[in-house]
């Protein structure tokens, strides 16, 4: 029997616009609770699940409730936006938010354990990867929000360091879906790639349309004109449909194409719990990771109080789908394996290039970037 | 004006501490350990021989401070970039901060979220507050050399009969060729001309014949570059070319 019944908040956005992704995160939480509530460890969880639907006022609700039932730990939160809403709630109640999504960085908030990649694990190795074998001329387009900003500013300062130049820059309000006269200035423009910073829908109709439009000029936009992003998942592409999921490039620390026997058990599990999708991301392993590092980490404290739940978990180490994750003791950020993958007809990514090692996050960049930003080569290799 | 690159990654900086004992430094080390920035008490360095590219000076302003510690009499700017906390918001706590010339403030209790943008725009604003100051100081000077420069072109229109255009292009050529200030070169001029200036100054045209300026060691150059006067290359050391023969 557990010692520990804990009780743990899941604050995730099923519903709305971004909900394809968050779905999964969803599944892999809970993949992870039952897997320690059937472990027999010395802790339990009891999760206690809302649903904000992308509403930023509902985060705040929901978020106050669950602190106000003395929860201390809650996994949740995809866009910077919900999070940097719910993080003074947090700080207010002394307790923890688990953040399972990647994000731009320049945040290390004492209440907000990180284990989504920040820029030098997904946006500088895909950065790399495209100045290198792809091309130096890009068109970015993008939600318009921070995420979309800061990872076209870091874009923008590699490729002009690198003697590449981004062409233009184009954002949309979120949940956008006509993109005619972008995609028009973007065939003008005949950038060697585009840079997707869209989030959601507005990314799948973009990708779609784009699509159409190569065809209709035959154009092979895959080999001619890819489209490369850090968000694309794989429940995405089935969110894209089979007319236009393939050939698309992403940078992500996690791909469910991924050999090893943890993510093989992962994905098998996964897939058995939920037949009918949605399809496994990085996203929900890193909810995952998460819950499995949150209940480590609890069994070591031996209470659920935060200081020493966060000194419990930059002890741990787990091997997790992609490989070796383990948590940063300053930071609170996991350091994590990036990879380059690119989509395919059958709703995978095959992967390109792959780090050695795990990369300690770098949330501020200041082991990767110069003084005034501009980025450093990070270490990548071909995935054998 | 030149657009100003921005810092935005403070590793190798220090940061240094005014504070009362009681301060509570605990978030702020710690936030500042992760953006790769130190700590250290201001008193324990030399406050006025700070350097603008690696200190940044953290002041509370609820404790006693004389300005004097950092700031350079006259200076309009700290040494090094300043950065105010302020707990009371009373007028005689902030006076102390704007006598510092703090160019930003994290308010107390101090909150980690905000400490790297206070760091951001803290460093930058003092950059570009810098170079004001430079460009102040450079009008400031401009401005005392202009009484010379108005001496200097009516000298030339007076007693070599060119127009004030012509005057102003001729002094602006002569002073780029010899690579001094526009101001400073007409001062030069004006100050050894002793009464005979500019009857004296060399020739428009090198077929008007040599001409020097009394007491002139160096040969002078014609409007295209010629050397007159002197005796030919003679004087002329290896590797010296007519730019650096200066008259001022």
């Given at each position: 029997?557990?010692?520990?019944?804990?009780?743990?908040?899941?604050?995730?956005?099923?519903?709305?616009?971004?909900?394809?992704?968050?779905?999964?995160?969803?599944?892999?939480?809970?993949?992870?609770?039952?897997?320690?509530?059937?472990?027999?460890?010395?802790?339990?969880?009891?999760?206690?699940?809302?649903?904000?639907?992308?509403?930023?006022?509902?985060?705040?609700?929901?978020?106050?409730?669950?602190?106000?039932?003395?929860?201390?730990?809650?996994?949740?939160?995809?866009?910077?936006?919900?999070?940097?809403?719910?993080?003074?709630?947090?700080?207010?109640?002394?307790?923890?938010?688990?953040?399972?999504?990647?994000?731009?960085?320049?945040?290390?908030?004492?209440?907000?354990?990180?284990?989504?990649?920040?820029?030098?694990?997904?946006?500088?190795?895909?950065?790399?990867?495209?100045?290198?074998?792809?091309?130096?001329?890009?068109?970015?387009?993008?939600?318009?929000?921070?995420?979309?900003?800061?990872?076209?500013?870091?874009?923008?300062?590699?490729?002009?360091?690198?003697?590449?130049?981004?062409?233009?820059?184009?954002?949309?309000?979120?949940?956008?879906?006509?993109?005619?006269?972008?995609?028009?200035?973007?065939?003008?423009?005949?950038?060697?790639?585009?840079?997707?910073?869209?989030?959601?829908?507005?990314?799948?109709?973009?990708?779609?349309?784009?699509?159409?439009?190569?065809?209709?000029?035959?154009?092979?936009?895959?080999?001619?004109?890819?489209?490369?992003?850090?968000?694309?998942?794989?429940?995405?592409?089935?969110?894209?449909?089979?007319?236009?999921?393939?050939?698309?490039?992403?940078?992500?620390?996690?791909?469910?194409?991924?050999?090893?026997?943890?993510?093989?058990?992962?994905?098998?599990?996964?897939?058995?719990?939920?037949?009918?999708?949605?399809?496994?991301?990085?996203?929900?392993?890193?909810?995952?990771?998460?819950?499995?590092?949150?209940?480590?980490?609890?069994?070591?404290?031996?209470?659920?109080?935060?200081?020493?739940?966060?000194?419990?978990?930059?002890?741990?180490?787990?091997?997790?789908?992609?490989?070796?994750?383990?948590?940063?003791?300053?930071?609170?950020?996991?350091?994590?394996?990036?990879?380059?993958?690119?989509?395919?007809?059958?709703?995978?990514?095959?992967?390109?290039?792959?780090?050695?090692?795990?990369?300690?996050?770098?949330?501020?960049?200041?082991?990767?970037?110069?003084?005034?930003?501009?980025?450093?080569?990070?270490?990548?290799?071909?995935?054998? | 004006m030149t657009p100003q690159r921005?810092?935005?990654?403070?590793?190798?900086?220090?940061?240094?501490?005014?504070?009362?004992?009681?301060?509570?430094?605990?978030?702020?080390?710690?936030?500042?350990?992760?953006?790769?920035?130190?700590?250290?008490?201001?008193?324990?360095?030399?406050?006025t021989a700070l350097d603008h590219n690696?200190?940044?000076?953290?002041?509370?302003?609820?404790?006693?401070?004389?300005?004097a510690?950092l700031m350079r009499a006259g200076a309009a700017l700290p040494p090094a970039p300043?950065?105010?906390?302020?707990?009371?918001?009373?007028?005689?706590?902030?006076?102390?901060?704007?006598?510092?010339g703090?160019t930003?403030?994290?308010?107390?209790?101090?909150?980690?979220?905000?400490?790297?943008?206070?760091?951001?725009?803290?460093?930058?604003n003092h950059g570009r507050m810098r170079v004001m100051d430079q460009r102040l100081a450079d009008h400031d000077r401009r401005h005392h050399g202009r009484r010379f420069v108005i001496k200097a072109v009516i000298a030339l229109v007076?007693?070599?009969?060119?127009?004030d255009d012509e005057a102003y292009a001729r002094l602006r050529r002569e002073s780029m060729r010899q690579r001094i200030g526009l101001e400073e070169f007409c001062a030069a001029l004006v100050a050894d001309g002793s009464?005979?200036f500019p009857?004296?100054w060399?020739?428009?045209?090198?077929?008007?014949?040599?001409?020097?300026h009394?007491g002139d060691?160096h040969?002078t150059h014609?409007?295209?570059?010629?050397?007159?006067?002197?005796?030919?290359?003679?004087?002329?050391?290896?590797?010296?070319?007519?730019d650096q023969a200066g008259r001022a």
């Amino acid at each position: 029997m557990p010692n520990l019944r804990v009780p743990i908040g899941i604050l995730i956005s099923s519903d709305g616009p971004y909900s394809a992704v968050a779905r999964s995160m969803l599944c892999g939480a809970l993949q992870a609770i039952d897997e320690i509530n059937a472990s027999g460890a010395s802790v339990a969880f009891e999760p206690v699940v809302g649903n904000p639907a992308g509403q930023l006022s509902r985060y705040v609700a929901l978020g106050e409730e669950m602190l106000a039932a003395g929860i201390k730990h809650v996994v949740g939160c995809y866009t910077s936006s919900s999070r940097k809403e719910i993080i003074p709630l947090f700080e207010k109640a002394d307790a923890l938010l688990w953040y399972p999504s990647h994000y731009e960085g320049f945040e290390s908030s004492p209440n907000v354990v990180y284990t989504g990649p920040v820029a030098n694990q997904h946006l500088l190795p895909l950065v790399d990867y495209l100045t290198h074998r792809v091309g130096k001329t890009a068109v970015c387009v993008g939600s318009n929000y921070i995420w979309a900003w800061e990872n076209n500013r870091v874009l923008r300062e590699a490729m002009g360091a690198g003697g590449g130049a981004v062409l233009a820059e184009r954002y949309f309000p979120l949940g956008s879906t006509d993109f005619g006269q972008v995609i028009e200035a973007i065939l003008e423009a005949a950038p060697a790639f585009v840079f997707n910073t869209l989030i959601g829908i507005s990314s799948y109709h973009f990708l779609r349309d784009f699509r159409a439009a190569c065809e209709a000029r035959g154009i092979d936009q895959p080999m001619m004109i890819p489209v490369a992003s850090c968000t694309l998942s794989e429940p995405e592409l089935q969110a894209i449909g089979p007319e236009a999921m393939d050939g698309h490039i992403t940078s992500s620390v996690y791909f469910a194409s991924i050999d090893t026997i943890e993510n093989a058990h992962f994905t098998a599990s996964y897939q058995a719990r939920n037949p009918d999708g949605p399809a496994v991301s990085a996203d929900a392993e890193a909810s995952y990771i998460a819950v499995h590092l949150l209940g480590l980490a609890i069994a070591e404290a031996g209470t659920v109080q935060i200081d020493a739940v966060k000194r419990a978990v930059a002890r741990q180490v787990i091997r997790a789908p992609q490989g070796e994750v383990r948590v940063d003791a300053d930071t609170m950020h996991a350091a994590l394996t990036p990879r380059i993958g690119r989509s395919r007809r059958d709703g995978q990514f095959e992967i390109l290039m792959q780090a050695p090692a795990p990369v300690a996050a770098d949330p501020y960049l200041i082991r990767t970037a110069s003084r005034l930003g501009s980025v450093v080569r990070p270490n990548l290799r071909v995935a054998s | 004006m030149t657009p100003q690159r921005l810092i935005q990654n403070f590793k190798h900086g220090r940061g240094l501490l005014w504070a009362g004992p009681d301060f509570n430094a605990e978030t702020l080390e710690r936030t500042l350990s992760k953006l790769g920035v130190s700590l250290t008490r201001l008193e324990h360095v030399d406050g006025t021989a700070l350097d603008h590219n690696r200190d940044i000076v953290f002041i509370d302003g609820d404790h006693a401070f004389d300005p004097a510690l950092l700031m350079r009499a006259g200076a309009a700017l700290p040494p090094a970039p300043t950065i105010g906390m302020v707990g009371v918001e009373a007028p005689s706590r902030l006076k102390l901060l704007a006598d510092v010339g703090v160019t930003a403030f994290l308010r107390k209790p101090i909150q980690a979220a905000a400490i790297y943008a206070a760091l951001f725009l803290g460093v930058n604003n003092h950059g570009r507050m810098r170079v004001m100051d430079q460009r102040l100081a450079d009008h400031d000077r401009r401005h005392h050399g202009r009484r010379f420069v108005i001496k200097a072109v009516i000298a030339l229109v007076q007693y070599h009969g060119l127009s004030d255009d012509e005057a102003y292009a001729r002094l602006r050529r002569e002073s780029m060729r010899q690579r001094i200030g526009l101001e400073e070169f007409c001062a030069a001029l004006v100050a050894d001309g002793s009464g005979t200036f500019p009857a004296e100054w060399p020739a428009l045209h090198a077929e008007d014949g040599p001409s020097r300026h009394p007491g002139d060691k160096h040969e002078t150059h014609d409007d295209d570059g010629r050397r007159s006067g002197g005796s030919a290359d003679a004087d002329r050391g290896p590797g010296r070319g007519p730019d650096q023969a200066g008259r001022a």
